[in-house]
């Protein structure tokens, strides 16, 4: 540029400053926010320039105390001093305090992912996602688990953090996946253990697991999610994913659990598809699978009691009155209870979620109910024993029309059930409810056993016409070689 002063006069009209400031400028060679000395003054008292010592002691003395919290004390202890408005001067204050003298914050080490190591796995609830199956609430969890390095993930429905919902996950990630990696990291598995009678008994069965697979156990330290961080993270993610994809579905019921299950299969491989390079790169390190699977149930011994039910994992099941007294062995897997006897598999039961529940079919008892009539009216199970609200709502209308024998008669109706079909029995209730004439000629068994005979579907006779044999000699082209007529 040239150094003439109409030069400089021309610059700093462009500029909008007086040419004199120009020409200081330029004799400082220093940008106009170079020359602007720092401020390190208050433009306004400090109202809490007083009380300072004490906020820092009390900081001191708990470094996770909040601004808010500080500001509300002094406020009861100082009334009237200390107006609403002022809580952001002290949240200015308390923040710079902890940038500049507080004491060091956590530090996490970002971690370099290598191909085959690690995977990590964890229970997340499924709840707030409000997923229903026919219509009905849906309350489960998920297994899920991660491959640190490729982040390729698997999910397998549950209903409670056990050992048989965490093998069950884990070999249905790992033979879905077609190998194993070197280390499996989990939280502390707390509820697991303490979902078993014998935290000895987890650990042994959680490391026979992972001796099975060949793999090394880890566990994070307790209160450190973020050391789980990569399944901790994909939970958020993959819950995103599947509400987004139940957006797009236009409905959250499903017909059954079926449904639901191979919905999430089809969305998984959506989202692993993506992931395909890494995969192909960590599948070099994995190690390979075993000939087959390690069993997940748990196996227990025990004796059907005299009220023909048997106490499993502090929940109670029935069986049939006919192994009373009998030691059967109870199988648990995560969704069902198997009841063994003689090596053969005699009862197959939903697996109760919790604990103290009890599950109690009337058809196992029903042959001795009805034969002691009495014991309905306090029976500890009576609840169970109610099919449908058809079937309570008959026992009430007999309680009301003739109460010495309602509990004979409603007990004879559950026997029918029994023998010819609950669903049948049910649809006989609803149409003699449904009339409103509950009396002494329609409510009873006999009544109920004529509607089942009346509503029978009738037998369908097929007239099969005779068929000449020679057609096929005809169809054959012809006698065959040798045969006279």
Excluded at 467 to 479: H, I, P, Q, R, Y
């Amino acid at each position: 540029m040239s150094k003439t002063e109409n030069t400089q006069e021309l610059a700093a009209a462009k500029a909008g400053m007086d040419v004199k400031t120009a020409r200081k400028y330029l004799k400082s060679a220093k940008l106009p926010s170079e020359d602007k000395p720092d401020r390190d003054w208050r433009t306004r008292t400090d109202p809490f320039k007083r009380v300072w010592g004490e906020v820092r002691q009390q900081l001191d003395g708990n470094p996770g105390l909040e601004a808010k919290t500080v500001f509300e004390a002094l406020q009861r202890k100082y009334p009237g001093e200390f107006a609403d408005g002022q809580l952001r001067t002290l949240q200015r204050h308390i923040k710079r305090w902890r940038a500049t003298e507080g004491p060091g914050r956590e530090v996490f080490f970002v971690q370099r992912h290598v191909p085959g190591r690690l995977g990590e796995s964890d229970f997340t609830h499924m709840n707030e996602l409000a997923i229903t199956i026919g219509g009905q609430s849906f309350s489960h969890m998920l297994y899920h688990f991660v491959l640190t390095y490729s982040n390729w993930e698997d999910a397998t429905v549950c209903y409670s953090e056990s050992f048989e919902s965490l093998s069950e996950g884990l070999q249905n990630a790992l033979w879905e996946l077609g190998g194993a990696p070197l280390e499996h990291r989990t939280d502390r598995l707390s509820t697991a253990v303490n979902n078993m009678t014998d935290e000895k008994e987890f650990t042994a069965r959680y490391e026979g697991l992972l001796r099975h697979y060949r793999m090394d156990g880890q566990k994070i330290q307790a209160g450190r999610a973020n050391e789980n961080g990569d399944v901790e993270q994909r939970h958020h993610r993959l819950k995103r994913a599947i509400d987004q994809a139940l957006m797009l579905r236009d409905s959250r019921d499903f017909v059954s659990l079926a449904d639901y299950k191979q919905f999430l299969r089809l969305l998984l491989a959506q989202l692993n598809a993506g992931r395909r390079d890494r995969v192909k790169v960590e599948m070099q390190y994995l190690r390979a699978l075993p000939d087959r699977r390690l069993e997940s149930s748990k196996r227990v011994k025990v004796r059907v009691d005299s009220g023909s039910v048997i106490y499993v994992d502090r929940n109670v099941y029935s069986v049939h009155s006919r192994l009373i007294g009998e030691q059967v062995e109870a199988r648990l897997s995560a969704e069902t209870v198997e009841v063994w006897y003689a090596g053969q598999k005699v009862e197959q039961l939903p697996r109760l979620r919790g604990r103290g529940k009890h599950r109690v079919d009337y058809r196992h008892i029903i042959d001795w109910l009805v034969r002691k009539p009495g014991a309905f009216t306090n029976y500890r199970y009576r609840e169970e024993l109610f099919p449908t609200s058809r079937f309570r709502m008959t026992w009430d209308a007999w309680r009301e029309l003739d109460p010495l024998r309602a509990n004979k008669r409603y007990l004879e109706i559950l026997e029918l059930a029994a023998e010819e079909g609950e669903a049948l029995v049910d649809a006989a209730l609803r149409r003699v409810l449904e009339e409103g004439e509950i009396g002494e000629g329609k409510l009873n068994v006999d009544a109920i056993r004529r509607a089942l005979r009346d509503e029978a579907p009738s037998v369908t006779e097929v007239a099969v016409a005779e068929v000449a044999l020679a057609s096929f000699d005809e169809l054959l082209g012809g006698n065959p070689t040798g045969v006279t007529q």
